[in-house]
């Protein structure tokens, strides 16, 4: 199961997992962290990096004096993960209660309501 990230080290993924190239190199998360209001010291971000490197989130390759970054799990792989743990700590593996929960306490908006009413309906791969 991949470990949990911290605030920081999400932030980094999803600057990485939504780069349109196969390898992310160190100016591109600059630059992206700077974009979204959370600007980074260099040497705090080599840290980070190093951090998701060691628990094998990312790989590093180094090419001349630059890094060249490569994802080794998903964001979906992530996230299913993540949810998963979230659905066995909070409702004992039960979905039907993060649903529950989801539409009684007016959590979701109409249509993202409809939205999983017709998921449900269409079963499992159907969408």
């Known amino acids: 199961m991949a470990q949990q990230l911290s605030n920081a080290e999400l932030e980094i993924m999803k600057i990485v997992w939504g780069?349109?190239?196969n390898v992310t190199l160190f100016p591109y998360i600059m630059?992206?962290?700077a974009s979204k209001g959370r600007p980074c010291?260099?040497?705090t971000l080599i840290v980070l990096l190093s951090r998701l490197i060691n628990k094998g989130f990312l790989s590093s390759?180094?090419?001349?004096?630059r890094n060249e970054y490569t994802t080794l799990i998903s964001e979906t792989e992530y996230q299913t993960a993540q949810t998963k743990n979230f659905l066995d700590k909070i409702y004992e593996g039960s979905a039907k209660g993060l649903v529950s929960n989801l539409i009684m306490g007016d959590l979701l908006a109409d249509d993202e309501?409809?939205?999983?009413k017709r998921l449900l309906e269409n079963g499992?791969?159907?969408?």
């Open 41 to 43: 010291q260099k040497n």
């Open 61 to 65: 390759k180094k090419i001349g004096r």
């Open 19 to 21: 780069n349109p190239e």
């Open 113 to 116: 309501y409809e939205e999983l």
């Open 124 to 127: 499992k791969g159907k969408q």
């Open 31 to 33: 630059d992206g962290l």
